[in-house]
């Protein structure tokens, strides 16, 4: 989630929003006590079980009407990958082979992008329910399929790397710019209460000025929060400054 969710963290760091009289509660939607996949999100921001998200922006079209883009980030966390076997080292690899995607998604545009940078048709796309069932077929492809590559989302591109000796990262979003996330809001909450979601804005762009104006005392805060009792430290997935 780096580095976009350290505006997040920072926030709750440094009590941006209790300041204004609310209370911040960041929770890692992919923690084992958590464990919610993207309609899982949507569903639980719709139904008023969280009041915001922060998520990819295509999720705003999944979400659907219940939700509302807030602030855009601008930029990407880094969580979609494209990921190859051993022995893949240019694009002309990449797209002389099978590649795995899941269908109608970040990923499948991500594929897209990089077969027209790279100036190669996909002539083997192999499209997927979800990241999970392409990671699988990557995984457990033999010489019939001969799925090379596979883009996918955390936390399943880190299965796919651990899982495949020799696997790695050709193409990361947080290293071009083609995919922003946000942080969305409930629309039923906003139109009963909008003073928590106003105060939750300003705050947020008032940790983010700070981290951006004095990097040192954001990051000391961060570091703090990280062994306060109930954060969500998994949240943070770097300790280099130079990240934030």
Known sequence: YTPYMATLVHMDAGDYLEKLGYDLQLVDAYAEDVNLDEAGQCEGLKNGDYDALATTLDATRKCGEGVVMAIPVGQSAGNDKIIVKSGVETWNDVFEHAVAYTDASVSQYM????????????????????????????????????????????PEATRALQTVPGSKVILSSKNVRILWDVVEFSRDRIAADRAPFAAFTQAYYQALQDLTRDPDTAFGRITAWQDREGSAAGLVTSTDLAAF
């Open 111 to 154: 594929a897209c992008f990089a077969s027209h940078a790279a100036n190669q048709p996909i002539r083997q796309g192999v499209p997927f329910g979800d990241a999970a069932e392409a990671v699988d077929a990557f995984i457990n492809s033999g010489a019939e399929q001969n799925i090379q590559s596979v883009v996918a989302w955390e």
